[in-house]
């Protein structure tokens, strides 16, 4: 088989771990390059400050077997970035999988490629996906055709360990797996709303709600309809 | 509280999600800041590719409350490096917590910082942590006094979320799990030498055999007894 090269898409203000835990699985894999892909190649400073630097640009990115889309605050500027929007357009027909983490996938909405499909994201902007056309669906990683889209976050691990088995076996994703030694004891079980304290839950809401503001008020004005 | 500043060492060859996991749990966290450091201001390459810019140098850096030593194969490298050891024997003795996730364990142990410690790291290592003094110990998080040492990769976010609860109190940290949705599902239960199949953990072996001789010998002329 030959090499599969996935590209991840950076740009200011992601949340880090949902890009570099997908990376870490896809360049672990023998067969698999993985590029990060941002729209220039100044360094990227991601929520809380960590500084990236990528590989190509949006301009010059070989061609990729699979794009992923990474989410956190600056997802919400990429919704509306057309030459962001505009490259995962032109990309999405010649992918094998168009994939996203986390609010990721709102991007790839207000790009309108999730139209019609079964999609999850981040658990506080999970019904948000029905206003860019797609169907909210329960489940850490969801597959809807050669669109896989994960979670909030570290559901990026369990996603690409996903797509890893997907195109490679079951037997490459576990060698993976092992590797990266991904038996994962949570200290607590406060990961979902549904799990967490509902003190916890109550203070993540407050703390979220300018946040879901801005996203309510994308999404009603993408293009995409 | 004031701030409390952690410091993660990034250096060529490392598994970037070592480092990549704690710093995104230590900057979701109100009261925390996080830097990354290295030798110098030049772009870091992960193993892999991926590419970091550090926040400060070794010489530079200011006061930290927690050093985190991330592994890979480059941490073979940082176990010889007298810049990288000498920061931490200098810095070790002001630290509220001393870290490690990974191989990293492996550095703090070169560095002489773990006599006598209770200490975990990545499983194909674990037993040579005797060679470096400490008490090879069974646990995706390890703590002995303010030492704290995290298990192989993934077992970062882990390590990282206990060292919130522990200085923030639980209820900060279930907020962080929350925001990350740290509630994994891994596809498979082959993270541990333990559940993986036979035929995967025999693999791994054999793929890792040169980067165990490697270690071995690195063990075995470090200086520290």
């Known amino acids: 088989m030959s090499e599969v090269t996935a590209g991840i898409i950076i740009f200011p203000d992601l949340t880090q771990l949902d890009a570099t835990g997908p990376w870490e699985v896809f360049a672990s894999t023998p067969g698999m390059r993985v590029l990060t892909i941002a729209k220039t ?95 909210p669906t329960a489940g850490r990683v969801v597959r809807d055709g050669n669109v896989f889209t994960g979670g909030g976050v570290t559901a990026g691990i369990d996603f690409a360990l996903t797509l890893v088995a997907e195109i490679f076996g079951s037997e490459a994703a576990q060698m993976v797996q092992l590797g990266l030694e991904y038996a994962p004891e949570p200290p607590f079980a406060a990961g979902t709303p549904a799990t967490a304290p509902a003190n916890v839950l109550a203070a993540a809401l407050t703390r979220g ?9 994308l999404v009603a004005r993408s293009k995409i309809f």
């Open 209 to 217: 709600v300018a946040m879901r503001a801005r996203r309510e008020e």
């Open 41 to 135: 190649r100044e360094p990227i400073k991601a929520k809380g400050g960590l500084l990236l630097l990528a590989d190509a640009t949006l301009a010059d990115c070989p061609p990729l077997d699979i794009v992923c889309v990474p989410g956190g605050p600056g997802a919400n500027v990429a919704m509306e970035d057309e030459e962001i929007l505009g490259f995962l357009r032109a990309r999405a027909p010649g992918l094998r999988y168009l994939t996203s983490v986390c609010t990721g996938a709102l991007v790839l909405g207000a790009a309108g490629l999730l139209r019609g499909r079964r999609a999850t994201t981040h658990w506080s902007a999970h019904d948000l996906l029905a206003g860019l056309g797609a169907i």
